[in-house]
C-alpha cells in the first residue's frame, strides 16, 4: 500500500510527514512546504501537530533550499494540522492565515477568491467546508495541484465531522474540487494525510460515488428501523474496523441531518 510522501513531490511541493500515524491520521500529517522555484520565499500550509523536532525539522527544510518562511496557512483548526502553528510561528516569525479568526496570528484572514503570491508563488484559496465549517483547499496554479486537507485524502475517505462539518457543504465542496478539474487543469491531489494523487478527477469521483453510496446505505437502515445512529453505525459500518466506529458515527450523524432536511426521513 503506498504511503505518504515525504520530500519534493511537484515543482513547487515538497512534503514533510510528521511523525503522529494513527487509524484517522494514516501515515502522519502531511506539512507542505511551497515556493517558486528560484525564490527565496517559502509558504508552509499545516504545520502539524505540537512536535518540537517535526516543527525543526520543516523549518530546517525550508533554510536547506536557501528560503526562509514568509507565510503560514492553516487548511482547518483540528489539531492533527494546526496545533503546531503557534510555536512555528515563534520559530519562523511567520504570520498565521486562516479561515477562523481564532487560528490566526497577524490581521489578515482567508476567504473565497483570496489570491496568495509569495514569492512568484501563486495560490487560489478555494473554500471547501464539510469536514469542518473552516475547511479550505488550496489550487497551486502552475503545478495543476490542488492541496484539499482533510476534504480529500490520499487513501480512503474522510470523516464529515457532525455538528461542525455538513454533509451537504461537503457534497457541495467535492463538486467544486471537480470543477477545477475540468476546468483548471487541476490533475494533482495533495491530500493532508496519504499519498499524493496523480489522478485527481478519478479521485473526486470516487469520493461523490462513495458518499451517495453511503447515504442510500443509511437511508435503506432508517427504512428498515434503525433509528439511533449507533444501530446504523453497527449495520452500514459493519465491515468497518470498530476502532473507526466512534468517526463513522459523526458521519452518520451528518447524512441523518442531511437526510432529515431535504424530507427524507
Not at 123 to 134: C, E, F, I, K
Not at 136 to 143: N, R
Amino acid at each position: 500500500m503506498p504511503g505518504a510522501p515525504d520530500g519534493p513531490v511537484t515543482e513547487r511541493a515538497t512534503c514533510v510527514l510528521a511523525p503522529n500515524p494513527s487509524q484517522m491520521t494514516l501515515d502522519g500529517t502531511n506539512t507542505w512546504i511551497l515556493a517558486e522555484p528560484g525564490s527565496g520565499l517559502a509558504v508552509v500550509v499545516d504545520p502539524g501537530p505540537q512536535d518540537e523536532g517535526h516543527l525543526r525539522r520543516v523549518l530546517d527544510t525550508v533554510t536547506a533550499a536557501g528560503r526562509r518562511v514568509a507565510l503560514t496557512l492553516l487548511t482547518h483548526g483540528h489539531p492533527d494540522h494546526a496545533e503546531g502553528a503557534v510555536r512555528f510561528a515563534e520559530l519562523t516569525g511567520s504570520p498565521v492565515r486562516a479561515l477562523d479568526p481564532g487560528l490566526r496570528l497577524g490581521a489578515e484572514g482567508l476567504g473565497q477568491g483570496d489570491v496568495i503570491t509569495t514569492g512568484g508563488l501563486e495560490v487560489r484559496v478555494v473554500p471547501t467546508p464539510g469536514h469542518t465549517s473552516d475547511s479550505l483547499s488550496f489550487h497551486i496554479v502552475a503545478d495543476g495541484a490542488v492541496l484539499t486537507g482533510d476534504t480529500v485524502l490520499g487513501r480512503g475517505t474522510t470523516v464529515v465531522a457532525h455538528p461542525d462539518g455538513r454533509l451537504g457543504d461537503y457534497l457541495d465542496s467535492l463538486r467544486r474540487l471537480r470543477s477545477l478539474t475540468v476546468d483548471d487543469g487541476v490533475h494533482t491531489v495533495l491530500p493532508g494525510h496519504g499519498p499524493v494523487l496523480t489522478d485527481a478527477q478519478g479521485a473526486i469521483d470516487y469520493y461523490l460515488v462513495h458518499r451517495a453510496k453511503r447515504l442510500a446505505q443509511v437511508e435503506t437502515a432508517v427504512e428498515m428501523g434503525l433509528r439511533t445512529p449507533e444501530a446504523v453505525v453497527a449495520h452500514v459500518y459493519a465491515d468497518v474496523d470498530r476502532g473507526l466506529w466512534p468517526w463513522a458515527e459523526l458521519s452518520v450523524r451528518a447524512q441523518l441531518d442531511y437526510l432529515s432536511e431535504h424530507g427524507l426521513l
